[in-house]
């Protein structure tokens, strides 16, 4: 089983709509979350932290329910340039030291 | 402030060929990470370092792949003896400290194996 697991996708909605994305992952032991965005052939740039509490960050809202060890991102009025790979990342406590363990992605099209 | 940078940004090599890719982190960043992506697939983790710390091997493939780093400033990602397989878009990234922050990557160094 995957560490962080996320559905790939891809998830194919129109200009204005909402979108919600959820990863799941296996080790308790996790120290901080996060959701990435990589466009096409670039490397990954960080969305926004997640936090215990639920965080937002102008149409993107982040939650994480740590018992269930499930991470989300909601997309609000999803704009084209929303396009892109979402990758949900897990600091994971591994052989003593806590590693960024990333997902395979979730694929957003926004079209016109 | 600067960003990460990586070097070479594109790199085609022949099988059998050493080649070594370049990371200069974030200044100030004690934390250094390698990923491999290959196309269409998530990042691999490769290696990690912590400062003066021992790296963190577990993600390396083979006996083939080694990476060093200088104190807490460049590294280098060696990897003896190319295979076809190889071929992938390696990311570096640094961040502040281990664990709880985030992480600022490179545009990354493809590499093409012949």
């Known amino acids: 089983r995957k560490e962080v697991e996320q559905d790939p996708g891809p998830f194919n909605v129109p200009e204005g709509a909402t979108v919600a994305f959820n990863c799941t992952y296996s080790?308790?032991?996790?120290?901080?979350f996060f959701w990435y965005r990589q466009d096409c052939r670039k490397e990954p740039k960080l969305l926004m932290s997640v936090y215990s509490s639920g965080n937002e960050d102008g149409r993107f809202t982040a939650q994480l329910n740590r018992a269930s060890q499930y991470i989300s991102l909601l997309i609000r009025d999803s704009k084209l340039s929303d396009s892109a790979t979402y990758l949900c990342?897990?600091?994971?406590?591994?052989?003593?030291?806590?590693?960024?363990?990333f997902g395979r992605g979730t694929s957003l099209i926004v079209h016109p | 402030g600067a960003g990460v940078s990586q070097s070479p940004s594109n790199k085609v090599t022949e099988k059998g060929k050493d080649v070594e890719l370049r990371c200069d982190p974030i200044s100030g960043h004690t934390a250094l990470y390698w990923y491999r992506q290959r196309l269409g697939q998530g990042l691999e983790f490769l290696i990690y370092f912590q400062g003066n710390s021992a790296p963190d091997k577990s993600g390396l493939p083979s006996d083939r792949f080694s990476a060093e780093r200088t104190g807490e400033s460049v590294s280098t990602l060696t990897i003896q003896r190319t295979q076809q397989e190889d071929s992938a878009v390696y990311l570096c990234?640094?961040?502040?400290?281990?664990?709880?922050?985030?992480?600022?990557f490179g545009p990354g160094t493809r590499l093409t194996v012949t």
């Open positions: 990234a640094s961040s502040l400290i281990s664990g709880a922050s985030e992480q600022y």
């Open positions: 990342v897990v600091n994971m406590l591994t052989g003593g030291s806590y590693i960024p363990t």
């Open positions: 080790n308790s032991a996790s120290q901080s």
